[in-house]
Structure formats: structure tokens, C-alpha cells
């Protein structure tokens, strides 16, 4: 909905999405595309929030605001801010009347400056700051790059990294829906992590539910170091393994090499 056409974009987006900020996304979007006026509550708000189409996103722009409405000193704007992200009410209530008495002595008005109080409450729910989101968001960018130009690549990647047995069954499907084809390891060929050949990605043993780490280890290696295993029998005596993993084993086809699966 966004069509973001620049990085400052991703960088707000990645802030906004969070419990606080959440219900302000409809608005920065329609803004973005002209769907609705940019408006600020101060005239003396835009220096900071022209940027995210007048809307509070990140940890800074409060700091800054504070200071310029309210005459708050730097240290009284970070204590602001870290009660923010602590979500420290009690700090927050004392921290109050003090912003609205300096903020009216500069001739705003107490209704509004109510208002703009009332609206970053809300947004301290879960309140960010710009330079972790900049962070997240080149990450962010770099991954979707990836997933569009190298899908498959990445898919695997994504699998080893945080794929764990819980997750795997999710990201093989996401995998499939990047047009792979995905196939179960043989004892033969399989690998300890998953892994890419042409247009299969073939799973690793580690990435497979009943079997457990030092054998998904131990068969790999086993073969590295002593050649391919013969017969079932062979497999028996390298490896030593208990009934269920050799049941998961035989259940997804690993000893299709001897001609039974």
C-alpha cells in the first residue's frame, strides 16, 4: 500500500510497524500518495516531522520536539525518551505537567499541547528509534533484494539460519512458492544442513523432525570420511542410531539407494 520510491521510506515503515505507532500507518500512507492533508498540531513541529508526513514515528523526533516546544534541556529529553521505550508510566506522569507548563509558557495552546501529550503516550507503547530502525530497514532491503533476484539462494539460507523444526515446514513451502522444488536427503547425498542444486533444494538432516542433532552430524561426516554406505546393514554398523530416528530415515526415502524406499 505504501509503494515506498525511497530508503527514508522502509526506515519509517520499519518504526511504525509496532504496537504504538501501528494505528498511525493508514494515515502516513494516504498522506505519502495525497489521500489526505499533512497537518501538524504546532506550526513549530514540521522542522521534525516533515519528514514522516507530520506524524510522530521515532524516539528522536520527540526528543527534538520536547526541546523546541517545551524548552526541555538535552538531558531532560533523553530521560523523555528512555521512558518512553521503558514504558516507565510514573516517569512519564511526572514528566507531564512540566512539558505543558513550559510548553503553554511559550504561548501554545494547553488543548493542543493536551492533544500532542495524549499522542505520544500512545506511540511510547512500543516507541523506536530511528538509527536501530535505519538499521533494520537496510537489512530489511538487502534480504528483499536477495528473496527477488536469488529467491531460491536465499530460501536456503533462510532455512539454515532459522529454519529449526518448528519453522521448516513454513519456509519450505514459502520456498516452493519461489518455484523450487524440494526433495528429501538420501543417506548417499543428503547433507548435514540444507542445500542447493540447480532448481532442488534438498533438506538437511538436521531439518528434519525426530532425528536428532549428532546424528544428522554423524552421517555426513561418516561418509566424508569413510565413503558412501553399501546397504542398510553397512548404514547400521557406521552410525549409531536409535529405532525412531531410523524410522524417520526410512519414512522420507534416505535409503532409496538400495532400490526400496
Not at 538535552?74 to 505543558?100: C, N, S, V, Y
Request: hydrophobic share 40%; net charge neutral; charged share 25%.
Amino acid at each position: 500500500d505504501l509503494k515506498p520510491d525511497k530508503f527514508e521510506d522502509l526506515i519509517a515503515m520499519n518504526a511504525l510497524f509496532r504496537p504504538g505507532p501501528l494505528a498511525y500507518i493508514p494515515s502516513y500512507i494516504n498522506r505519502k500518495h495525497g489521500r489526505e492533508v499533512v497537518t501538524y498540531d504546532l506550526d513549530d513541529m514540521k522542522e521534525y516531522l516533515e519528514e514522516t508526513n507530520g506524524i510522530t514515528v521515532y524516539q528522536e523526533q520527540v526528543m527534538l520536539l520536547s526541546q523546541k516546544i517545551a524548552g526541555f534541556t538535552k538531558g531532560e529529553a533523553d530521560i523523555l525518551r528512555k521512558a518512553m521505550g521503558k514504558k516507565d508510566r510514573k516517569t512519564l506522569d511526572k514528566l507531564k505537567p512540566q512539558f505543558i507548563e513550559q510548553a503553554g509558557a511559550k504561548g501554545h495552546d494547553q488543548k493542543v499541547l493536551e492533544k500532542i501529550w495524549t499522542d505520544w503516550e500512545a506511540f511510547a507503547s512500543y516507541a523506536f528509534n530511528k538509527s536501530h530502525s535505519t538499521c533494520y530497514a537496510f537489512v530489511a532491503f538487502q534480504k528483499a533484494y536477495l528473496k527477488a533476484h536469488y529467491p531460491l539462494e536465499f530460501m536456503v539460507g533462510v532455512i539454515n539460519n532459522f529454519g529449526g523444526f518448528y519453522r521448516t515446514e513454513f519456509y519450505v513451502h514459502e520456498a516452493r512458492m519461489s518455484g523450487a522444488t524440494i526433495a528429501l536427503p538420501c543417506v548417499n547425498t543428503g547433507e548435514y544442513l540444507t542445500s542447493i542444486e540447480g532448481e532442488i533444494i534438498t533438506l538437511g538432516f538436521i531439518h528434519l523432525a525426530g532425528l536428532e542433532y549428532d546424528t544428522a552430524t554423524s552421517i555426513a561426516l561418516e561418509r566424508m570420511k569413510n565413503g558412501p554406505f553399501t546397504s542398510l546393514h553397512d548404514f547400521m554398523n557406521r552410525i549409531s542410531i536409535e529405532l525412531e530416528q531410523l524410522r524417520c530415515l526410512i519414512r522420507i526415502g534416505a535409503f532409496r539407494f538400495t532400490g526400496r524406499s
